[in-house]
């Protein structure tokens, strides 16, 4: 299982990114995909999640309503839109993969991790 994130960057409050996660060596709809951040000094939190057996998707109260999690599965690729974006969002985000498949907002869920984007929001 091999994990790829991209679409990190430097935007201002109120901007937006679309953050990708293309998987490799494992078809991701046997998975579920999770969005997990961590800032500096502190610990790493679930952000969005994905179950491919069913689709449904879960948000961390924190990013509702402004982020959206999609899949391309013929593509292997996991997608985190992300608007109205806060400088409190600003952290390292990784994209995990769950073999059970249903983990949610839990990273010790999860059993094959990225290598992180950071995202930076200015104020």
């Known amino acids: 299982v091999q994990l790829v994130e991209s679409g990190g960057g430097l935007v201002q409050a109120g901007g937006s990114l679309n953050l990708s996660c293309a998987g490799s060596r494992f078809k991701f709809i046997d998975y579920a995909i999770g969005w997990f951040r961590q800032a500096p000094g502190k610990e790493r939190e679930g952000v969005s999640c994905?179950?491919?057996?069913?689709?449904?998707?879960y948000y961390a109260d924190s990013v509702k309503g402004r982020f959206t999690i999609s899949a391309d599965n013929a593509k292997n690729t996991v997608y985190l839109q992300m608007n109205n974006l806060k400088p409190e969002d600003s952290a390292v985000y990784y994209c995990?993969?769950?073999?059970?498949?249903?983990?949610?907002?839990?990273?010790?869920?999860?059993?094959?991790w990225g290598q992180g984007t950071q995202v930076t929001v200015s104020s």
């Open positions: 995990a993969a769950d073999t059970g498949g249903w983990g949610t907002l839990d990273p010790d869920e999860f059993d094959a």
């Open positions: 994905i179950h491919h057996s069913d689709g449904s998707t």
